[in-house]
């Protein structure tokens, strides 16, 4: 969840490209299948043949819409699986699962056994109930034992929902001074460094910590921030590289995106720049996903904020967009 100076947000909404999605009057029932509906978008609005930036080609986008629920928007982080399973984990508590939908080519043209339920909190209540400073849900990773971590903002904490288990418990997370709903907006297992580990990042900072449940958490370098660009997502990739998302916004530009892939030592492979007139809008979400041959797929989803801003209606959308990178040699 992204909160911006008013004037701000309203230059960067007016430049974001579509129509708003209406809302339901009330959400599903949680747990409940719904129907994902999937609009597709090009990479380039104004050149719509372009399909590669770089060392990135554009593997399909789409705009995520639901007409049975109100609560399919405001996504902040992700989780995919190379059998096509997907996890997006909603800013306001909500977690849906579903499954990828490629065409014959292997490019993403949706989401297909879409289900939303509410995360609880210790005892048992939907953290919704407690107002945003307790269901501000920001980052997502899942353990290979299938252990689920959710970290939080405002209400700084990380949580960690067993698998099979509706309660959650307390898990260690970066004992620094936050700013204001600018923390731990990025969250990565990292089997690499034991089947407990995961990787926090700081949004403000670019720090990243390396946490264990059986441990604490300690420095892990992290990624050099400049051009008003804040850390919002990051993965572990094969090789010991990492792949950062970085966002920013200026009155000027609008928002702009950048995927930055960095090996062991940090130094930068490549990297992607998404901004207008290409389709951008608020991405916090990364994951990535090997491909044969060595490349490896990204997926970025976009938070939405519902649709509004202080109560008036916006134009930013939920945006889902595949990219196969081919790492240079």
């Known amino acids: 969840m992204r909160r911006l100076a008013g004037l701000a947000l309203a230059f960067a909404l007016a430049g974001c490209v579509g129509l708003r999605a209406s809302l339901p009057a009330a959400p599903v029932p949680y747990g409940s299948a719904i129907a994902i509906d999937a609009a597709p978008v090009p990479l380039d609005p104004t050149n719509p043949g372009r399909q590669r930036i770089g060392n ?5 986008g789409v705009w995520l819409t639901s007409a049975q629920t109100s609560r399919l928007h405001g996504l902040s982080d992700l989780k995919v699986w190379p059998d096509g399973r997907i996890v997006l984990q909603g800013d306001q508590a909500d977690l849906v699962e579903a499954r990828l939908r490629l065409d014959g080519a292997g490019r993403l043209v949706g989401l297909t056994d879409g289900h939303i339920s509410a995360l609880k909190d210790e005892k048992g209540v939907d953290l919704y109930a407690g107002g945003q400073r ?13 252990d689920r971590l959710v970290s939080f903002e405002q209400h700084d904490r990380l949580m960690r929902y067993p698998k099979g288990a509706v309660l959650p418990v307390p898990a260690p997370f970066p004992q620094v001074r936050f700013i204001h709903n600018q923390s ?21 900072t ?9 441990g604490g958490c300690a420095p892990a370098g992290g990624v050099a921030l400049r051009d008003g660009l804040g850390l919002v997502g990051l993965d572990i990739l094969p090789g010991g590289r990492t792949a950062y998302l970085l966002r920013g916004f200026t ?19 490549d990297q992607l720049d998404l901004a207008r007139p290409l389709t951008v809008d608020n991405f916090e979400g990364v994951a990535a996903t090997p491909l044969p041959g060595g490349k490896i797929r990204f997926y970025l989803v976009s938070d939405d904020n519902f649709g509004a801003f202080e109560g008036l209606p916006t134009d930013q959308r939920t945006l ?7 790492p240079p040699t």
């Open 56 to 60: 990135f080609a554009y593997a399909g």
């Open 134 to 146: 307790e269901f501000d849900t920001e980052g997502y990773a899942e353990l290979a034992n299938g």
């Open 184 to 204: 731990m907006e990025s969250l990565a297992a990292d089997p690499a460094a034991g089947p407990d580990a995961y990787r926090v990042g700081i949004e403000p």
């Open 206 to 214: 670019g720090e990243v910590f390396l946490c264990r449940l059986s």
């Open 251 to 269: 009155v000027a530009r609008g928002n702009f995106i950048t995927l930055r892939i960095v090996d062991r030592g940090g130094v930068m492979i």
């Open 320 to 326: 889902l967009l595949a990219f196969d990178w081919t």
